[in-house]
């Protein structure tokens, strides 16, 4: 129990330092771009109502989620085939460290052109965005699959999809894992982006209304939204990687305590 | 039961090329109990992933139950030198032994009949859902073990799996491949670098010389089926066969200059 308590402390104890920091920094505050916290607070309430989630988080939401949901699993099913076959692998290996070179923001000009304004290419962006890491992680973790295990498979026939998700899934679950959080905080960005050029509603549209029409406080606002939806992201994220990973966590600590 | 005619593996790749593998010929009738032995380095593990179907052969033939090897054969299970590399580290001990069993279709009931049966059997039965990383090396290979035995072979290929454990517990798995075999009545092809070891639990000893390996000697060992770790080693039958052994094996070493 206390070391939970300690464990939330060190957690929340630099947002706290910072947040107070802020608040006295602000303090007082008449520029009209800087704001008081408080200020930002205080509009807070009237400017995330129930009415506002409904029309531009949960859309914000829905896209983010099917587009990161899409990048994880095609970035999985592509790495396993990529990384299953040699000969294909060698073959798209420079393509892909080509399209990973791109930075993704600069492929959004290019697919609102090809797919249009609507919500279909929103989503594609964070696709575009967030597919990497995982396909690329994909490929290392199924290529470095322990071959004395894919012989025991081969000596006990177990193959096809029993052989998927019992052998090769699993063993490269730590690696999809490192690349599915590098595109989680990758699909935010690229959902926001997605949003600034030519959106009529979401996270980014709003917080980039706000800025054109000057009310600065609630700017700031929606900056807060955002960070605490990535925040929270995370820390389901960890969750999720917790059940997923134990094995991998009970592996490494048998290591260290020297077996 | 094992037809080995000829066979000769070389490596390649990587600009160098290693005959693994000279001529080796060998014939195991069904249900015996052979021991292979030789330097390390000879070919041991080349020799049992070729009968095991993992390695194609450079040249000869190998045939198991009379069915030339293409790749893993019915019936074969096969004991990997590297315990600690082919128990899945995400799966618990029963499910382990499990999933060869699932791969061949029995049904719920008799898997977990099975699982329990094969687990008393190499004495883990309170280990059932413990994860391979929280046992001892010896108790894993102890599961690897009942593993083997859970998918009910005719043919049991051990590679050198004692040889990471400590003497008491060497001495305890010993005794257990014996009684699983006498139990199962399964043909058994044994491979050690331990003399004593190979004496101890064969009832033929088939001596490996350096690469590019042969056979130098196939020796029958004429002691009584029932073997005790005390009375069998100190017996001087014992001590005959395996100074036997021991100097067919150094005068193999001396007759290769180099080496
Ligand atoms: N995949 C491989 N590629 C190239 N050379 C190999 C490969 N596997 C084994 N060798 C070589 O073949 C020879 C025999 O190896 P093998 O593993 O069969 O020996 P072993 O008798 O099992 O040895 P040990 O007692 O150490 O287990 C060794 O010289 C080894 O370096
Ligand atoms: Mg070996």
């Given at each position: 129990?206390?070391?939970?308590?300690?464990?939330?402390?060190?957690?929340?104890?630099?947002?706290?330092?910072?947040?107070?920091?802020?608040?006295?920094?602000?303090?007082?505050?008449?520029?009209?771009?800087?704001?008081?916290?408080?200020?930002?607070?205080?509009?807070?309430?009237?400017?995330?109502?129930?009415?506002?989630?409904?029309?531009?988080?949960?859309?914000?939401?829905?896209?983010?989620?099917?587009?990161?949901?899409?990048?994880?699993?095609?970035?999985?099913?592509?790495?396993?085939?990529?990384?299953?076959?040699?000969?294909?692998?060698?073959?798209?290996?420079?393509?892909?460290?080509?399209?990973?070179?791109?930075?993704?923001?600069?492929?959004?000009?290019?697919?609102?052109?090809?797919?249009?304004?609507?919500?279909?290419?929103?989503?594609?962006?964070?696709?575009?965005?967030?597919?990497?890491?995982?396909?690329?992680?994909?490929?290392?973790?199924?290529?470095?699959?322990?071959?004395?295990?894919?012989?025991?498979?081969?000596?006990?026939?177990?193959?096809?999809?029993?052989?998927?998700?019992?052998?090769?899934?699993?063993?490269?679950?730590?690696?999809?894992?490192?690349?599915?959080?590098?595109?989680?905080?990758?699909?935010?960005?690229?959902?926001?982006?997605?949003?600034?050029?030519?959106?009529?509603?979401?996270?980014?549209?709003?917080?980039?209304?706000?800025?054109?029409?000057?009310?600065?406080?609630?700017?700031?606002?929606?900056?807060?939204?955002?960070?605490?939806?990535?925040?929270?992201?995370?820390?389901?994220?960890?969750?999720?990687?917790?059940?997923?990973?134990?094995?991998?966590?009970?592996?490494?600590?048998?290591?260290?305590?020297?077996? | 039961?094992?037809?080995?005619?000829?066979?000769?593996?070389?490596?390649?790749?990587?600009?160098?090329?290693?005959?693994?593998?000279?001529?080796?010929?060998?014939?195991?009738?069904?249900?015996?109990?052979?021991?292979?032995?030789?330097?390390?380095?000879?070919?041991?593990?080349?020799?049992?992933?070729?009968?095991?179907?993992?390695?194609?052969?450079?040249?000869?033939?190998?045939?198991?139950?009379?069915?030339?090897?293409?790749?893993?054969?019915d019936g074969l299970a096969i004991v990997f030198q590297e315990y600690g590399r082919s128990l899945f580290p995400w799966l618990r001990v029963a499910?382990?032994?499990?999933?060869?069993?699932?791969?061949?279709?029995?049904?719920?009931?008799?898997?977990?009949?099975?699982v329990d049966e094969s687990l008393t059997a190499v004495g883990l039965g309170d280990a059932a859902k413990a994860y391979p990383w929280q046992l001892s090396g010896g108790m894993q290979q102890r599961v690897a073990i009942a593993r083997a035995i859970a998918f009910q072979p005719k043919v049991l290929?051990?590679?050198?799996?004692?040889?990471?454990?400590?003497?008491?517990?060497?001495?305890?798995?010993?005794?257990?491949?014996?009684?699983?075999?006498?139990?199962?009545?399964?043909?058994?092809?044994?491979?050690?670098?331990?003399?004593?070891?190979?004496?101890?639990?064969?009832?033929?000893?088939?001596?490996?010389?350096?690469?590019?390996?042969?056979?130098?000697?196939?020796?029958?060992?004429?002691?009584?089926?029932?073997?005790?770790?005390?009375?069998?080693?100190?017996?001087?039958?014992?001590?005959?066969?395996?100074?036997?052994?021991?100097?067919?094996?150094?005068?193999?070493?001396?007759?290769?200059?180099?080496?």
């Amino acid at each position: 129990m206390s070391r939970a308590l300690g464990r939330a402390g060190l957690l929340l104890g630099l947002p706290v330092i910072l947040l107070v920091t802020w608040w006295f920094a602000s303090a007082g505050s008449k520029s009209f771009y800087q704001p008081p916290l408080e200020t930002i607070i205080k509009v807070f309430p009237a400017t995330w109502t129930a009415a506002r989630f409904r029309s531009d988080v949960l859309p914000s939401l829905g896209r983010l989620f099917l587009g990161y949901g899409l990048a994880v699993l095609l970035g999985i099913v592509l790495g396993v085939l990529i990384g299953a076959h040699r000969r294909l692998r060698a073959l798209v290996e420079p393509l892909l460290e080509f399209l990973r070179a791109i930075p993704p923001p600069v492929l959004v000009p290019i697919l609102i052109l090809v797919a249009g304004l609507g919500d279909p290419t929103k989503v594609l962006v964070i696709v575009s965005g967030g597919i990497w890491p995982v396909l690329l992680n994909t490929v290392e973790g199924v290529r470095g699959v322990d071959q004395v295990l894919a012989d025991t498979c081969r000596t006990y026939r177990i193959c096809g999809w029993l052989r998927m998700r019992t052998f090769i899934l699993r063993a490269a679950s730590p690696q999809i894992v490192v690349g599915a959080r590098q595109a989680l905080s990758i699909s935010i960005i690229m959902m926001v982006i997605g949003e600034l050029l030519g959106a009529t509603n979401g996270l980014g549209y709003t917080v980039v209304q706000f800025q054109r029409g000057f009310e600065i406080p609630e700017m700031w606002s929606g900056v807060f939204v955002l960070g605490l939806l990535g925040v929270l992201l995370s820390l389901a994220f960890t969750l999720v990687e917790r059940r997923v990973l134990s094995w991998y966590h009970g592996v490494r600590a048998a290591e260290r305590s020297g077996r | 039961m094992l037809e080995i005619r000829s066979l000769r593996k070389v490596y390649g790749g990587h600009g160098r090329q290693v005959e693994a593998l000279g001529d080796v010929t060998l014939t195991v009738p069904e249900g015996q109990f052979v021991c292979v032995v030789g330097p390390s380095g000879c070919g041991k593990t080349t020799l049992l992933r070729c009968l095991g179907g993992l390695l194609a052969p450079t040249s000869g033939e190998v045939e198991v139950a009379g069915q030339p090897v293409t790749g893993p054969p019915d019936g074969l299970a096969i004991v990997f030198q590297e315990y600690g590399r082919s128990l899945f580290p995400w799966l618990r001990v029963a499910e382990n032994i499990e999933l060869p069993l699932k791969s061949k279709g029995v049904g719920r009931a008799e898997r977990r009949r099975i699982v329990d049966e094969s687990l008393t059997a190499v004495g883990l039965g309170d280990a059932a859902k413990a994860y391979p990383w929280q046992l001892s090396g010896g108790m894993q290979q102890r599961v690897a073990i009942a593993r083997a035995i859970a998918f009910q072979p005719k043919v049991l290929l051990m590679d050198e799996p004692f040889a990471a454990v400590d003497a008491q517990t060497r001495a305890d798995l010993e005794d257990l491949a014996r009684t699983v075999w006498q139990r199962f009545g399964m043909t058994v092809l044994f491979v050690t670098h331990d003399i004593d070891e190979a004496v101890y639990l064969g009832q033929r000893v088939v001596m490996l010389s350096a690469s590019p390996t042969r056979v130098l000697e196939d020796l029958d060992i004429d002691l009584p089926d029932k073997r005790d770790q005390l009375a069998t080693r100190s017996g001087t039958r014992f001590a005959e066969l395996r100074s036997h052994v021991y100097s067919r094996i150094q005068e193999a070493k001396i007759a290769r200059p180099g080496s």
